[in-house]
């Protein structure tokens, strides 16, 4: 079974700067996809990025991008010039073979103004 | 273009009553996901359906818990005899196309907050 962990429950970052959130996932599979999804007070789950395992080229979409390391097995977010309304839950998922999505924990990001 | 639509956004129930959650997936999804998120955790799969058929209800609980996909109308997560446990937010995702993970991302819904008093 999939699992996707990350290891930080909370990050801080001042506004404008930038900042990392990581993400490790364990499967069998190569072929598969990553996500990052963002959780506002309101609970929408809001699709970040997304990256395909099999694409070497790592996903950016404005200001998120991701580092994927394959061989690693880990797939980290970077939001760059951060904004107040980047403060939210971060959660990573995987997608593999079958439908099921596995997510993450969750990690909280505050933005300081 | 109407994202899932879930309702009621919140729900409160007493212990031993009944919830009904309803998910309209996105116009011509056919593929339905429904996901539990307790408190301080990332959401968890529970059941698949297409229309008509459940494909994969292996996160569900066996007791308690029933989910439908019917041709005409939404999809319903329906939960009886409720206890405090099952307090959370139900999340609705749909996809066009089968296995909807990557290229054919699964869309979420704003899920329902369900409270059991």
């Known amino acids: 079974a999939q699992t996707v962990t990350q290891s930080q429950p909370e990050m801080s970052v001042q506004e404008a700067e930038t900042v990392t959130l990581s993400c490790t996932y364990d499967?069998?599979?190569?072929?598969?996809?990553l996500f990052w999804y963002k959780q506002p007070p309101s609970r929408q789950m809001i699709l970040v990025i997304r990256?395909?395992?099999?694409?070497?080229q790592n996903a950016t979409e404005n200001r998120f991008s991701v580092n994927f390391q394959k061989a690693a097995k880990s797939f980290s977010l970077k939001i760059s010039d951060s904004q107040l309304g980047d403060a939210a839950m971060y959660f990573c998922?995987?997608?593999?073979?079958?439908?099921?999505?596995?997510f993450g924990k969750g990690t909280l990001l505050t933005v300081n103004p | 273009n109407a994202g899932v639509m879930q309702n009621p956004r919140h729900l409160v129930r007493r212990r031993g009553q009944e919830a009904r959650l309803r998910c309209s997936p996105v116009?011509?999804?056919?593929?339905v996901y429904w996901y539990r998120q307790l408190p301080e955790e990332g959401l968890k799969f529970m059941v698949y359906?297409?229309?008509?058929?459940?494909?994969?209800e292996s996160g569900m609980p066996k007791e308690r818990f029933s989910a439908e996909f019917p041709k005409e109308g939404p999809s319903i997560l329906r939960i009886q005899q409720v206890v405090r446990g099952d307090s959370a937010a139900y999340f609705c995702?749909?996809?066009?196309?089968?296995?909807?993970?990557?290229?054919?991302?699964?869309?979420f819904g704003d899920g329902t907050r369900l409270s059991i008093l």
């Open positions: 359906l297409q229309k008509e058929n459940i494909i994969d």
């Open positions: 499967t069998s599979e190569s072929d598969y996809y």
């Open positions: 990256q395909e395992a099999y694409k070497q």
């Open positions: 116009k011509g999804h056919s593929h």
């Open positions: 995702a749909s996809s066009r196309v089968a296995h909807g993970t990557g290229n054919q991302p699964q869309h």
């Open positions: 998922a995987y997608g593999g073979s079958n439908y099921k999505l596995t």
